[in-house]
């Protein structure tokens, strides 16, 4: 029901589906209503009386007549801005006042509900507070927008709730609620009302957060997924507190400064490791409640340590309590099942080219950074979206208006979400999954493209971890796996993926791609690592890859409790920790990872040793770094390669040393550059290089 004030009087609309008459007692008096239509009437009341001394009384078909308080009356809380941006497609902020809130009258107070069913004859709250029953809260089309509202006083924080939704085909769907804050754990559905009461304690991060320039920072990214790190069986999930106990310690003692989750948003089935969400608003109740979360990530700033979401705006599940169908119609989906459904999946298409879509899920990541304070959402299979045939075959997907495969109403989205995001929200970065040569993804708007501040660099992970699981006897042949990627490093701004896709579904583990007996296994896991850490680009590997754990991912099992250890996997874990160490140290490194001026390289063309070297080089002073990479397990001797200056070079990394489990082939420390032309450069120096090893080594004025 609605209320306006109108002067000294306000008028409130009520509806009474099985009322035959209505009037209202005030204090003695009876006022009848103004108006009638359609089982709503409409009074005028004394704007100074309390709600709670108004008693509604109606006569039904039978000649009962029913007194009481009135539950539907409400105070006006949807305002006229609200409800034209809405309507309009640019209501960035729509969880505010959609979903379920907390409100507080002089009289009483209770909860809000808000939801969008456009198509819906008519909708109602159900819960426990009224057995479940459809039509007991009844719920106010205003003004024929399709938002429908009830205030329903007196239940709190805590309570089950879904929407009643009577289709225009008489057919009753029970909802869970698109806004939900919070939700039942799985296998239940229910949305729950949420008093959030969390106070932040991060502000210096946030203040960090706002001037800091991504782009020169080192990132280092552990990705994660909550459900599996630390489990105690295959029934039990970890809560956010222990999560948050033994999950920090741990990212700093190994050196990693950005934290993903694989997404937290509540989803039915374990299975989809998150990536079929249901409610999009709520963080999965598997680990307990939402200020749970929001104190797992504020524990995380507090210890420097920033907090990046995957997010799917792609897809969603059809599970019959969820947004597909959603009053009967394809409210969220596309109509057309060549746009709608995914094959791959199974799942149903956000129409994103619809405007309550386009204000879902742009106030969703917009909700996820400003209420949960997250640093970055990595948007998930950005491609299956910009690609109309996208995994279609001929005849399964329809062209565009010019007669393009290309999406144009997903990069209209993409853009209007990176527009806002930024503009809203300075240091946030957004990332995109997207697998093809689609250009300008990283590209700033104004100048077409589609303004993510950084991208998978899907290529040099799946070319890289082919070259290195190819025998090293027949690496020679396949050198070009790993200098093709140089070539397009910098035309996009790229982080570097070792992720959880590449360990699932029989691909195995990092470990079990390596060639070789265990020794070589755990050298050219060390050397992969090595190689990434002098690529440019911002750096990310997934859960267990930090200790090269032997077996494949399996979500339904505790990774740390259960992690295997070795003298071996304790030394994949300190080299990654002195590649954290170097990259973090020579801050000319993050610099110039979206930098080619900063890259230079030494010699590509040795592919009968499957040796490869190349420069990276501080443009702000005289400070040099040089990578070698000998992809074999034969030591080389004497080998020369050019450099850019004469004198001492130390050698400050070796990923053969004996502290890493190698055999502890090098040059003692330091080599010494003589005066003979090499490489197209005036000194060079001669080297030992030792078997599947890489070298770093340094000079600086």
């Not at 997010?311 to 959603?326: I, N």
């Not at 399964?396 to 393009?404: C, L, T």
């Not at 250009?439 to 070259?467: A, C, Q």
């Not at 440019?536 to 200790?547: N, Q, S, Y």
Request: glycine share 8%; with cysteine; aromatic share 16%.
């Amino acid at each position: 029901m609605s209320t306006v004030n109108e002067g000294e009087n306000r008028t409130f609309q009520c509806y009474l589906p099985n009322a035959s008459r209505a009037w209202i007692e005030l204090k003695g008096k009876i006022i009848k209503p103004e108006t009638e239509d359609n089982a709503i009437f409409r009074f005028s009341i004394p704007s100074a009386e309390p709600i709670r001394s108004i008693l509604i009384c109606y006569m039904d078909s039978s000649g009962y007549v029913e007194k009481k308080h009135n539950p539907y009356f409400f105070e006006p809380y949807l305002k006229k801005e609200d409800l034209y941006s809405y309507v309009s497609g640019e209501s960035y902020r729509a969880y505010e006042f959609m979903g379920a809130h907390r409100i507080k009258f002089p009289e009483c107070e209770g909860i809000m509900f808000t939801v969008y069913a456009p198509n819906a004859n008519c909708v109602s709250v159900i819960g426990n507070f009224n057995h479940w029953i459809a039509g007991s809260h009844p719920m106010m089309n205003i003004d024929n927008s399709g938002i429908w509202s009830i205030f329903i006083p007196d239940i709190n924080g805590d309570e089950i709730y879904k929407y009643a939704i009577r289709t225009r085909n008489g057919d009753l769907l029970e909802k869970s609620d698109p806004y939900a804050f919070k939700t039942e754990l799985r296998p239940r559905t229910g949305s729950v009302t949420n008093i959030d009461e969390f106070r932040w304690n991060d502000r210096e991060w946030m203040k960090r957060r706002f001037s800091t320039n991504y782009e020169v920072e080192p990132i280092m990214v552990y990705e994660i997924h909550l459900g599996s790190w630390l489990r105690e069986d295959e029934s039990l999930y970890a809560s956010y507190l222990d999560l948050e106990k033994r999950l920090i310690p741990y990212l700093k003692e190994n050196r990693f400064n950005y934290v993903e989750f694989l997404p937290v948003m509540e989803h039915p089935l374990d299975d989809s490791w998150g990536y079929q969400v249901v409610n999009y608003y709520s963080p999965t109740s598997r680990h307990g409640n939402p200020e749970g979360f929001k104190h797992l990530i504020n524990a995380l700033h507090e210890n420097n340590i920033g907090v990046y979401l995957d997010w799917v705006p792609a897809h969603f599940p059809m599970d019959s309590y969820g947004l597909g169908l959603y009053d009967g119609s394809h409210l969220y989906e596309y109509e057309n099942p060549k746009r709608g459904i995914q094959p791959d999946w199974g799942t149903y298409v956000f129409d994103v080219g619809r405007r309550h879509v386009i204000n879902f899920l742009i106030s969703n990541a917009a909700f996820w950074v400003r209420e949960y304070h997250c640093d970055g959402l990595r948007i998930d299979a950005v491609s299956s979206m910009l690609y109309l045939d996208y995994s279609r075959k001929d005849g399964e997907w329809e062209p565009n208006i010019y007669g393009g495969h290309e999406n144009l109403e997903s990069i209209a989205f993409f853009r209007s979400l990176n527009e806002h995001i930024h503009r809203s929200f300075p240091g946030v970065v957004l990332i995109a999954e997207e697998s093809t040569s689609w250009p300008g993804v990283t590209s700033r708007i104004e100048s077409g493209g589609l303004g993510f501040d950084m991208k998978w660099n899907m290529g040099w992970m799946h070319d890289t971890l082919e070259y290195f699981s190819y025998d090293p006897i027949y690496r020679k042949y396949h050198q070009d796996r790993i200098t093709f990627s140089f070539w397009y490093s910098f035309s996009e701004k790229f982080i570097l993926p070792l992720s959880h896709d590449e360990v699932v579904y029989g691909k195995g583990s990092i470990f079990q791609k390596m060639p070789g007996d265990e020794w070589q296994k755990y050298a050219n896991v060390r050397l992969l690592y090595s190689y990434m850490f002098s690529f440019p680009g911002k750096k990310m590997i997934f859960m267990g890859d930090e200790f090269a754990v032997s077996s494949e991912w399996d979500f339904s099992k505790g990774l740390i409790n259960n992690a295997e250890t070795n003298s071996f996997m304790n030394g994949v874990r300190e080299t990654l920790r002195d590649l954290n160490d170097i990259y973090i140290s020579r801050s000319f490194l993050a610099r110039g990872d979206f930098n080619g001026g900063a890259f230079q390289w030494i010699d590509y063309s040795d592919r009968e040793s499957s040796i490869f070297s190349f420069i990276r080089r501080d443009q702000q002073s005289d400070h040099f770094l040089v990578f070698v990479f000998n992809c074999t397990p034969v030591i080389r001797k004497d080998y020369r390669i050019g450099v850019p200056r004469s004198g001492e070079w130390k050698e400050i990394f070796n990923s053969d040393s004996q502290y890493y489990g190698g055999s502890g082939v090098g040059n003692e420390g330091k080599v010494i550059a003589s005066k003979k032309w090499w490489h197209n450069m005036e000194n060079s120096i001669e080297i030992t290089l030792p078997p599947l090893g890489c070298l770093i080594l340094e000079w600086r004025l």
